[in-house]
């Protein structure tokens, strides 16, 4: 169990891929890192998120997969599973990568939360509930950080 993650919403730029940006795990590389994961993040990492997206505990649920009686227990219990931790991870580490690429949080917000004709008219937030579809809305952030038209 970690018991050491603290909610770090001020952090300006994580090093360790998106979940710095939400949760403090004091891990200092990414086998640490991996290694809360495999663990299971705190419930406290599902509320940054939420947070942070600025949408209903709903909402984020839809993305990750999990279902409300379910969250309701793990609230309970304050801690994720590993695979609970792993899907929060993804669309932590997508959040970052929109942010850098978009350079502010209003302007990710936006545009995560808008059709994308890049992605075929879907919305990116709605992508991110699958590996595949946070890999197609990394590739879109990729081009338009190298200003390939997308």
Do not use: C
């Amino acid at each position: 169990m970690v018991n050491d993650a603290r909610v770090a919403a001020s952090s300006p730029r994580p090093p360790l891929g998106g979940a710095r940006l939400f949760v403090d795990l004091q891990a200092t590389n990414q086998t640490e890192l991996r290694d809360a994961v495999r663990k299971g993040l705190p419930f406290s990492a599902f509320e940054a998120l939420t947070q942070h997206l600025q949408l209903s505990q709903q909402q984020v649920t839809a993305v990750l997969g999990i279902p409300p009686r379910t969250l309701a227990r793990r609230k309970a219990s304050r801690h994720l599973t590993p695979q609970e931790s792993d899907r929060v991870y993804r669309v932590a580490r997508a959040i970052e990568q929109t942010v850098e690429t978009l350079g502010s949080m209003d302007k990710a917000h936006r545009w995560l939360k808008t059709p994308n004709r890049a992605l075929a008219g879907e919305i990116p937030l709605d992508l991110l509930d699958t590996e595949i579809g946070a890999r197609q809305v990394e590739e879109v952030l990729l081009r338009l950080n190298y200003g390939i038209y997308s």
